[in-house]
T-cell receptor, first 114, second 114 residues
Framework: ETGVTQTPRHLVMGMTNKKSLKCEQHLGHNAMYWYKQSAKKPLELMFVYSLEERVENNSVPSRFSPECPNSSHLFLHLHTLQPEDSALYLC?????????????FGSGTRLTVV | AQSVTQPDIHITVSEGASLELRCNYSYGATPYLFWYVQSPGQGLQLLLKYFSGDTLVQGIKGFEAEFKRSQSSFNLRKPSVHWSDAAEYFCAVGVPTSYDKVIFGPGTSLSVIP
């Protein structure tokens, strides 16, 4: 049990679908993150939330829409995705938004866009 | 901007042999430094971190890392590798400014031969 739970573990969606990824942590952390991990590429930071407010949007296309309703939950809403969006999407949390204490990662959602 | 490189894309070692994974960073001052491990199908797990003080840091699973300022390096070591250590290893750099941001290296894939 990593302390950060992501659902679903696997998702296959068509380019016209709308789906959501969910992340949940009960570690009492104040910051949560979405990362994209593609084959042969370094981890890409997508979004950062601190105390439910977004503090970073790393030039992510609008077809990805994050939501942080409280400090324990983070969603990534997906719509009209492209095949190149297929990747492992990782959620992470940290005590504070700087990440200086290190991150706790979830196991990820393996997304395939067909 | 800070960056981190991991010169070795893939390393193979025999079980029981020693291991050293290389990490070099580029930053004008001393950053926060981290090593994470990712087992297949899993998220990343923090192995150890360095902020200041003793340049040799101990982590979980028998790993240690040494910070060398003169070489801008933070290499990960383990004296005796176990088959369960086969995984992807990521070095990460965090910048201790008012807006901290963690940058991940491209990763080194470790295979262990029985």
């Amino acid at each position: 049990e990593t302390g950060v739970t992501q659902t679903p573990r696997h998702l296959v969606m068509g380019m016209t679908n709308k789906k959501s990824l969910k992340c949940e942590q009960h570690l009492g952390h104040n910051a949560m993150y979405w990362y994209k991990q593609s084959a042969k590429k370094p981890l890409e930071l997508m979004f950062v939330y601190s105390l439910e407010e977004r503090v970073e949007n790393n030039s992510v296309p609008s077809r990805f829409s994050p939501e942080c309703p409280n400090s324990s939950h983070l969603f990534l809403h997906l719509h009209t995705l492209q095949p190149e969006d297929s990747a492992l999407y990782l959620c992470a949390s940290s005590p504070d938004w700087g990440g200086a204490d290190g991150y706790t990662f979830g196991s990820g959602t393996r997304l395939t866009v067909v | 901007a800070q960056s981190v490189t991991q010169p070795d894309i893939h390393i193979t070692v025999s079980e029981g042999a020693s291991l050293e994974l290389r990490c070099n960073y580029s930053y004008g001052a001393t950053p926060y430094l981290f090593w994470y491990v990712q087992s297949p199908g899993q998220g990343l797990q923090l192995l150890l971190k360095y902020f200041s003080g003793d340049t040799l840091v101990q982590g979980i699973k028998g790993f240690e890392a040494e910070f060398k300022r003169s070489q801008s390096s933070f290499n990960l070591r383990k004296p005796s590798v176990h088959w369960s250590d086969a995984a992807e290893y990521f070095c990460a750099v965090g910048v201790p400014t008012s807006y901290d941001k963690v940058i991940f290296g491209p990763g080194t894939s470790l295979s262990v031969i029985p």
